[in-house]
């Protein structure tokens, strides 16, 4: 009964004040529990409301008249450790990314594994310890690498959610696809003959063992479809196979395949005329015959946005030359620098290394002279880019080919998401699944990361500072053993385009 146990208070030799509950037991005080001694009239408070808790506790009948008890009055300083902080919405937010880009039927290890190259990429031991400490999820090292190498048996049934994400979320009409290829190195000097091998490096790591990666992406850079190719694959090999493999799977559609001119190349040009493919694709003008160049030199005209179609001779496809005064100034100033190293070398009698405008006078000879007709030709070439396409000017103008093959801005965007805030590389994983498995999550990362940049408008760094300024603190009263649970204030987060796009689904 509650009138068995009574709140004491008595005077401590120290001065300050001794909380106690205690019981009589035929005219003897026992006391039942100590609750502590206070030194100001705060401290008193906090343990008398402690006491009148804990003697309710204690009761075998509680009273039917006994108030809620207000656990906000109960928090004192000295009564309070902090347990934990925690990034709990952080990982709400960014896991309902996940399920709006189709990712949510996915192994929840899977997807984790994504949000944290987002948040904080790192290897899998390493974001193994951060799940546990930043969102108190906890997976085994085993289940990890159990885990992992299956993934790439949902490479399908991920891009298929890629684009349906692009339909369904982004409205996307398919009108425009762009594709461009990368290099991804290895921290190891060690290749092997399936995957792993030196070869051209867009990183500057020559040394490195690679692989290659192609990507497609919308116009509006969202990533639709990958392919992994061994390293030392010519990125002009990769475009068909990707392209059909997109094809088999969506045949109801029929871009445009917008590429740079690294993939040009007579065979790839064939193939896609005899697929059926419209392309648009960077033109090297200064491989073309001399003949070409003398045409597009007389008939262009040298101002700012000028441009021109030529159809290019025994081809299907034509070439449009645009001329660029800033492209020119440019040019300009890169050709006199080329020019006064060549005339500096063969002024020393030296070849150079990779120096431009310079040949053998005699051949067999060590006597060089100024490669006057390279000069010419260059310079016929001053401030003009070329883009090739089979595209007819009925459906598309100059201007809007160029525009669109512009747009490969966002390919490269998206490669540099992957590599800079993903850190897609350098890859530490050898086996071929292990590989393979980590370029899908980061694949996947870059599903989330460019949905969300493509709807708020702000960069992924911007996107994970306003999710991570969002925490909670767990801390524990050491009186009741009960864990208090607060969050940052939501208010800033409410205000941004970040939460219209994931509170709105």
């Not at 609750?35 to 402690?50: I, K, P």
Request: charged fraction near 25%; charge should be positive.
């Amino acid at each position: 009964m509650l009138g068995d146990l009574h709140i004491r208070t008595v005077r401590t030799q120290s001065g300050g004040t001794a909380v106690q509950l205690v019981r009589y037991v035929n005219r003897k005080r026992v006391v039942v529990r100590h609750m502590g001694s206070a030194h100001t009239d705060q401290e008193l408070q906090v343990l008398r409301q402690e006491a009148e808790f804990v003697r309710e506790e204690l009761c075998i009948q509680p009273s039917l008249f006994a108030e809620k008890r207000d656990e906000t009055k109960l928090l004192h300083e000295n009564h309070l450790n902090l347990q934990a902080v925690t990034h709990l919405f952080a990982h709400k937010m960014l896991l309902k990314c996940s399920q709006i880009c189709g990712l949510g039927t996915l192994h929840p290890l899977y997807q984790d594994l994504a949000i944290m190259r987002i948040i904080e990429p790192a290897s899998k031991l390493r974001t193994i310890e951060l799940l546990q400490r930043y969102f108190n999820i906890s997976y085994g090292e085993r289940t990890v690498y159990r885990l992992l190498p299956q993934l790439i048996n949902q490479k399908s049934i991920i891009e298929t959610a890629a684009y349906q994400t692009a339909s369904q979320h982004l409205a996307e009409a398919f009108a425009l696809v762009l594709y461009d290829v990368t290099t991804l190195y290895f921290e190891s000097h060690e290749p092997d003959d399936d995957l792993k091998a030196r070869g051209f490096s867009k990183d500057n790591k020559s040394s490195q063992p690679q692989i290659v990666v192609a990507l497609l992406v919308t116009s509006h850079g969202f990533p639709l479809m990958y392919e992994v190719y061994k390293g030392n694959t010519f990125e002009g090999h990769t475009m068909l196979s990707v392209l059909e493999q997109f094809k088999e799977i969506h045949p109801h559609i029929n871009p445009i395949i917008v590429a740079d001119a690294a993939m040009l190349s007579e065979d790839n040009m064939k193939s896609l005329d005899v697929q059926g493919y419209q392309y648009i694709v960077g033109a090297r003008l200064a491989n073309t015959t001399k003949a070409f160049i003398n045409q597009i030199d007389t008939q262009l005209a040298r101002t700012d946005g000028a441009s021109i179609r030529l159809p290019y001779p025994k081809r299907e496809y034509e070439v449009i030359c645009a001329y660029c005064e800033k492209r020119f100034k440019k040019d300009r100033r890169e050709l006199d620098k080329q020019l006064t190293r060549a005339k500096a070398l063969i002024e020393r009698k030296e070849s150079g290394r990779r120096a431009k405008f310079i040949k053998k006078k005699i051949k067999g000879v060590n006597c060089f002279v100024l490669n006057e007709e390279l000069q010419a030709k260059t310079e016929k070439l001053l401030g003009i880019k070329g883009y090739i396409t089979n595209v007819p000017q009925t459906v598309l103008s100059n201007t809007q080919v160029i525009e669109y093959y512009h747009e490969l801005w966002h390919v490269e965007q998206a490669f540099r998401v992957s590599k800079s805030d993903l850190q897609t590389r350098p890859i530490f994983h050898q086996t071929h699944q292990a590989i393979k498995a980590h370029v899908l999550l980061c694949f996947m990362a870059l599903m989330m990361s460019k949905f969300l940049e493509i709807k708020t408008g702000l960069s992924i760094k911007r996107i994970r500072d306003i999710l991570w300024n969002i925490h909670e603190v767990h801390i524990i009263d050491t009186l009741t053993k009960k864990t208090i649970t607060l969050q940052s204030n939501l208010d800033d987060f409410n205000k941004t385009p970040l939460a219209k796009v994931l509170l709105s689904h």
